[in-house]
């Protein structure tokens, strides 16, 4: 199973890519969101899958998922929501601002 | 030693507060004590007697940095030069600057470079010599550009500065790779390691590294042109740095090194042939110039290569004939260039065509010219110094060491040829130099200003020099044993006991002046038929647009380069990021075995959780083929309520709790920011584009799945969670780990997991309510 | 007293907190901030005499034993570099009153300018990996704050180029710390190196290794990884661009310093000559991009990236003067640049615009910021005997040592480069005839020129005082080279 999760995961990290690669900005937000949708199922992967309950103590049981990926992607989606909520209005100005969601009219004269 | 070095500088501190009163007291006058003095200092040096000593002060003792001062007799040669041409060209300047100049500017500069230039020859440490010969290179670059609101003045500087700094810089990495070899950073030391360097095998790199620094300083070809363009400094400095001191700090550095290299035939071959060919260029360029200037700086570089080329040869009759003339040139040269300005102050140029005549209307500069001119020349009078080098050089070019290597044995052939082919253009530009400025008709009605001879105080400098060029014309071995022996001896590393005089008999020397003489004489007289050649050597070939070019290109094609990357697209740039990191890292994991899969230990497969895996694909493909943002944004959220839902199969209750919370604020925040933004556009980029971008995504993809498979399947250690599980209720007092960790174990994480937030909260609610642009662009 | 360690990262964090409670009051705040800045330098200052005395302090956050618990490691390389930080934050406490608008100020720029250093002390003091990207993002937010803040249409549209990077790298990262996990089961550095050297960095660790250093060197703005830097930048205020040129792509190449000094040392001759011909193009096409552009301020921003060329050549060589020559390099570097993104500010506001071409005979009316400028532009091209020269001059040694002629032939040229991109508007900008459109303004002159002195004083000393500082570079660079030092005084069994 972690190897088709492993495929899984690879492959919300291309479809994350490849609208990262795209012009407009709604589409590349998505994109971010993919990525990291993709890399915490990655860590989730890294430690091993559906071994023992839940990582919650309970008398008399003795094997438990590994709690430290967990605890690691919590810490990281909260992050995540914070650095898309700003990137999410961050996009929303400058599109207002500049008139336009197309990066490709976001490039500017880079070396002036 | 130290005090001596360094006072031009404290002074130089001073001297802001003292050209406030340039009205009642021109500032020059302060400065003229400070070289006097440390002349006067190093006067009582010279003896026959005088043995070489050094003193040291302490730096930066543990990377071996320190103020070594070695004095010998090369140094002292220099030091006096330094000084006294620097105390007649203060002297000089207090005549040729006016008090509206701004003089405090010009002599912070005029010390700066004389600590510079002392420390250059006076350090045995490689890398304070290094720092001082930057020094220099700056304070060159100060003065050349000290009428910076001139066009010529900024391009002369800043050339100047740009090889003259390459120079130094090829230096220092020939000095790193000395310390390296030898262990230590003196030079003194070096020099007794002298074996050890010559079979290392970066023997021809370090050769070459500090020839560069020494060609590039000594305005050798082809690195002589910015020479011409420093002509834009005023007069005073061309006197000094451009013709006496700073361009000898190259001659300085060559004969500093001989003693280890003079035994390696590639020495001679390069610093010989360079200084041939400069010799004869500088030569020949120099009668083609119509600046006064302007001849003397093609003058210099001709003499210096002159100089460099004795250095080459490597016997000692070549290392006195050396010393001799750099003291020769700095009398002579010193004292043109003087005249030349008191030329250019006094009629308002130094147009060569457009002067002439000017014999009747200042007598006493013609004379000095006179003198100068002629001794440059080496016209064969006792009482010019300038043939008694010239002569030795002749000499010494007839005698040269065995040669072993082919080049080697043509260049002993050629050299004395070229030595007389260039010699002749030296007479031809004196004689162009005196009779073109001092005799014929006048034209003065076109000079700008109405000439008349200069004040008594600007002709006490040139007067001087020439005075010393008689002198050693009359008494050629006055400073012979007591200061010249000792700097050959410093260069050859042996004695050397040269007796200088006037008539040799009828040898091949002489034969050598006769024939410059003579055929100058004619092709003097018959310039005007034969300057055509010009047109065909160089012809349009110059170097200066070669440098002009790559200083241009420099900037063009950096331009181009930088823009053919840099623009602005993000596509773009995250493109490449991705593609290198694609080809490095599969690079390295296939070299380096890095792929493993390891199919057993695995959890197993079930329907369910495959058919979520297939709901979440599907549905992030969907958002690459949605038209509508709502419906975009809708299935992203399927793919984030998907993985949710593996967080519960893979028992992590808390993260799919969380991971439904967050989903679902962020969809919501999603729908706020794009709803009112355009709707998603059918993608229009060409097929190509669309190939690129989906191989780069699925390279990387492909890459992170891999990657993840092989790490999976090396599970070398047991994980520390194993401690949080043990310890979790009874050290952290909780049931649920995962809290247990994130609160205590790793409560730093979830701080400052909390600290991001709220900057987050902050910056969001910044960029909504302070729309005010002020100043930003 | 090992709780010294946190506080370089609990000043600054409280103190943001607090001025983002009295924003309003920005007289108040202002003072505050610098007192704070000042505090914080001291504080650092006195830990680092701690640590020269009595050695790294190793802090087991919450008491909990390393490795299970989050350490914060005050070597004397980290609290060096929280020195110099601190240092190029008080310069820019000064700067940014008279740089900032007011309500650029009163939204918040205090804090996240507290936070950034809250950020960027952590980076360096951690020694736990994970914890590692969670200062990076709380320096990230900082700086993702600081650059759109107050900002118009170019503003805004170079910020999502620079956060979308950053977001790309920081995802990066999280994923190969995952698969680190995964293999040597720890997050915590010390004993992530003792365990890559229990299996001799085999299998897929040195992949993981090269995906690490593209997470850090994209940071770091290294080639090929560099091409959002320069435009972002030059965007913000000077006060930010500063900031973030002093000290972001440092943390970058700290990381990799660390990581490739304490983890991944088994595999030299692939990993660390890999960075040397990673050093040699960062080196060129960042000096070519340094001449490329006419805009004063996109120069400075250019020229970042050849500095970190000459760290990650450091790296690769590695040996005891090529690390030394990296460190010094770092150290100097953090402090001209924060002193050149001052100045060019400086120079475009009195002058009015930032493009080259518009600007002439500045020294006239400003002549201290001149020489000022003029004096700059040797430091960082490495002429002794300022700061940049020691660093240059140990990097040579060190790859000469090492038999790399061409990286250094490379690191020469360069150094010439870089000279000419800044000379460039010396002789431009600030000679020539007066330009007597421009008014003078010595008020607002004097008040930029003030922090710039005070960053220039250290360049100055760096290089002269050498001996001061070398030696504890020295021990440094040799500690580096002796990784079981951290590892057992974080492990200490």
């Not at chain 1, 998505?30 to 430690?47: D, V």
């Not at chain 3, 991109?421 to 020539?432: D, H, K, Q, T, Y």
Request: hydrophobic residues 55%.
């Amino acid at each position: 199973m972690e190897i088709i999760m492993s495929i899984l995961a690879g492959i919300l990290f291309t479809i994350g890519i490849y609208n990262l690669l795209q012009k407009q900005l709604l589409r590349i937000v998505i994109g971010t969101a993919l990525i990291s949708h993709g890399a915490h199922l990655f860590i989730l992967t890294m430690g091993k899958l559906k071994r023992g309950a839940p990582p919650i103590l309970e008398y008399g049981i003795s094997e438990y998922s590994d709690p430290l990926p967990q605890a690691l992607i919590l810490t990281s989606i909260v992050i995540s929501f914070g650095v898309t909520s700003l990137l999410l209005v961050l996009a929303y100005r400058a599109s207002k601002e500049n008139n336009t969601d197309n990066m490709d009219q976001l490039r500017g004269n880079e070396n002036e | 030693m130290l005090f001596a070095v360094f006072i031009p500088l404290l002074i130089a501190c001073f001297i802001p507060y003292l050209s406030k009163f340039k009205d009642k007291i021109h500032t020059g006058i302060f400065v003229l004590f400070v070289p006097l003095a440390i002349f006067i200092y190093f006067l009582q040096f010279i003896g026959n007697n005088f043995a070489p000593f050094s003193h040291n002060y302490s730096w930066i003792p543990s990377l071996n940095i320190s103020l070594d001062f070695y004095l010998d007799g090369l140094s002292l040669l220099f030091v006096l030069l330094i000084s006294g041409i620097g105390t007649l060209v203060t002297l000089y300047s207090i005549f040729y600057l006016h008090k509206s100049e701004r003089l405090g500017h010009f002599y912070v500069y005029l010390l700066m470079f004389m600590t510079a230039m002392l420390g250059v020859v006076l350090s045995d440490n490689v890398f304070v010599l290094y720092s001082f010969w930057e020094l220099t290179s700056i304070s060159s670059f100060l003065l050349i550009g000290y009428w910076h609101y001139r066009e010529r003045s900024r391009y002369g500087a800043l050339k100047s500065m740009l090889i003259t700094v390459f120079g130094g810089l090829s230096m220092l990495g020939g000095f790193v790779l000395l310390t390296i070899i030898t262990g230590s950073t003196s030079i003194q030391v070096m020099i007794s390691q002298t074996d050890v360097i010559l079979h290392s095998p970066y023997l021809p790199l370090i050769m070459a590294l500090i020839l560069l620094g020494a060609f590039t300083k000594s305005a050798q070809f082809p690195f002589h042109i910015w020479l011409p363009d420093a002509m834009e400094a005023p007069t005073p400095v061309s006197a000094y740095l451009h013709s006496a001191t700073m361009v000898k700090a190259g001659i300085y550095l060559v004969a500093r090194f001989s003693p280890i290299f003079t035994t390696y035939e590639w020495f001679f071959i390069i610093v010989s042939g360079i200084g041939i060919v400069t010799l004869v260029w500088g030569s020949y360029m120099a009668v083609r110039q119509t600046d006064l200037k302007g001849i003397l700086a093609f003058s210099t570089i001709s003499q210096l290569g002159m100089i460099m080329t004795m250095l080459g040869f490597g016997t000692k009759a070549a290392a006195f004939a050396a010393v001799f003339h750099i003291l020769n040139h700095a009398t002579f040269k010193g004292s043109l260039f003087m005249v030349a300005g008191i030329i250019d102050h006094e009629t308002g140029s130094r147009d060569i065509r457009k002067l002439g005549g000017l014999m009747t209307f200042m007598p006493i500069s013609a004379t000095l010219a006179l003198f100068g001119t002629f001794s440059m020349a080496g016209v064969p009078l006792p009482f010019l110094n300038g043939f008694y080098s010239k002569e030795m050089f002749f000499e010494t070019s007839l005698h040269l060491n065995d040669a072993t290597l082919l080049i080697a044995e043509i260049m002993r052939t050629g050299i004395p040829y070229l030595a007389v082919f260039g010699s002749i253009f030296t007479f031809v530009y004196s004689m162009y130099l005196f009779f073109g400025t001092f005799t014929g008709k006048n034209h003065i009605d076109e000079l700008p200003k109405k000439p008349h001879e200069a004040p008594l105080g600007m002709l006490i400098s040139p007067a001087l020099l020439i005075i010393g060029v008689i002198i050693i014309g009359l008494i050629p071995n006055i400073v012979n044993e007591s200061l010249l022996a000792h700097a050959a001896q410093a260069i050859s590393g042996e004695e050397v006991h040269q007796h200088i005089a006037f008539w040799h008999g009828f040898k091949a020397p002489l034969f050598m002046s006769l024939i410059v003489v003579i055929v100058g004489s004619i092709l003097y007289v018959l310039r005007n038929k034969w300057k055509n050649t010009y047109l065909l050597i160089p012809g349009k070939l110059s170097l200066n647009k070669a440098y002009n070019a790559i200083l241009d290109g420099s900037e063009k094609y950096s331009r181009k380069i930088t823009n053919s990357y840099m623009n602005g697209s993000i596509r773009r740039y995250i493109a490449l990021i991705i593609v290198a990191i694609l080809i490095v890292t599969f690079t390295t994991m296939f070299t380096t075995n890095g792929f493993t899969i390891k199919m057993d230990d695995l959890a197993e497969v079930t329907a369910a959780e495959i058919l979520i895996a297939i709901v979440m694909v599907v549905a992030a493909l969907g958002t690459v083929f949605a038209r509508n943002n709502v419906a975009a944004i809708l299935i992203l959220g399927v793919v984030g309520y998907g993985l949710a839902v593996l967080f519960v199969f893979y028992r992590a209750p808390d993260l799919a709790l969380t991971q439904l919370v967050v989903e679902t604020i962020t969809v919501a925040l999603f729908l706020l920011c794009f709803y009112h933004l355009p709707n998603l556009r059918p993608r229009t980029e060409s097929v190509k584009t669309k190939l690129v971008n989906a191989t780069i995504a699925i390279g990387f993809g492909a890459l992170m799945t891999m990657v993840a498979i092989s790490a999976h399947s090396s599970k070398w250690f047991t994980t520390i969670s194993d401690y949080f599980v043990e310890n979790s209720h009874d050290l952290g007092g909780g049931d649920n780990i995962v809290n247990v960790i994130l609160v205590d174990f790793r409560g730093i994480d979830t701080l400052f997991e909390i600290v991001v937030l709220g900057i987050a909260a902050l910056a969001i609610y910044g960029m909504t309510k302070l729309r005010d642009d002020k100043g930003v662009e | 007293m090992s709780n010294l360690a946190v506080l370089p990262i609990v000043i600054p964090l409280i103190s943001g907190i607090l001025l983002a409670l009295i924003h309003k009051k920005i007289h108040l705040v202002r003072i505050l901030a610098k007192i704070f800045t000042g505090l914080n330098l001291i504080v650092s200052l006195y830990i680092m005499y701690d640590v020269q005395q009595n050695g790294s302090i190793v802090l087991e956050s919450g008491g909990w034993n390393s490795p299970f618990g989050i350490v914060l490691v005050a070597d004397l390389l980290a609290i060096v570099l929280v020195v110099t930080t601190n240092i190029v934050a008080l310069a820019c406490v000064f700067y940014a009153p008279k740089s900032l608008s007011k309500q650029q100020e009163e939204f918040y720029f205090y804090t996240f300018f507290f936070m950034l250093i809250t950020g960027v002390s952590g980076a360096f003091l951690t020694g736990d990996l994970f914890n590692l990207f969670v200062f990076f993002e709380v320096l990230l937010m900082a700086s993702y704050a600081l650059i759109v803040l107050g900002g118009g249409k170019v503003q805004l549209r170079e910020s999502i180029k620079y956060v979308l990077i950053n977001l790309f790298s920081s995802m990066l990262f999280v994923t190969t710390i995952a698969f680190l996990y995964s293999v040597v089961g720890t997050v915590n550095m010390a004993q992530i190196a003792e365990r890559v050297q229990e299996v001799d960095q085999k299998g897929i660790l040195t992949t993981i290794a090269i995906m690490l250093f593209f997470v850090f060197g994209t940071k770091a703005a290294l080639f090929p990884l560099y091409y959002w830097l320069p435009k972002p930048y030059i965007v913000p205020n000077p006060v930010v661009s500063a900031l973030f040129g002093a000290l972001l792509t440092k943390v970058g190449i700290y990381s990799i310093l660390r990581v490739f000094t304490l983890i991944f040392v088994h595999d030299p001759a692939f990993t660390h000559n890999f960075f040397i011909w990673i050093a040699g193009f960062t080196l060129i096409f960042g000096a070519v991009g340094a001449l490329s552009t006419n805009n004063i301020k996109l120069v400075v921003a250019y020229n970042i990236i050849p500095a970190v060329g000459f760290m990650i050549m450091g790296i690769g060589i590695y040996n005891e003067a090529a690390l030394s020559g990296a460190i010094y390099y770092l150290i100097h570097d953090m402090i001209i640049k924060a002193a050149l993104f001052l100045l060019v500010g400086a120079i475009a506001y009195l002058a009015g615009t930032s493009d080259l071409r518009k600007i002439r005979g500045l020294i006239h009316q400003y002549p201290l910021l001149g020489w000022l400028f003029f004096l700059s532009a040797f430091v960082l091209a490495g002429i002794p005997p300022f700061s940049g020269f020691i660093g240059k001059l140990l990097l040579l040694q060190g790859g000469l040592e090492s038999g790399e002629v061409v990286i250094v032939i490379i690191a020469l040229l360069s150094s010439l480069l870089i000279l000419l991109s800044l000379m460039r508007i010396f002789v431009r900008g600030f000679w020539g005839e007066k330009d007597d459109s421009i008014q003078v303004n010595k008020k607002a002159a004097q008040s930029f020129t003030i922090p710039v002195v005070f960053l220039l004083f250290f360049s100055v000393l760096l290089g002269v005082g050498a001996e001061l500082f070398y030696p504890m570079i020295e021990s440094i660079s040799s500690y580096l080279l002796n990784p079981e030092i951290y590892i057992e005084s974080v492990l200490k069994e």
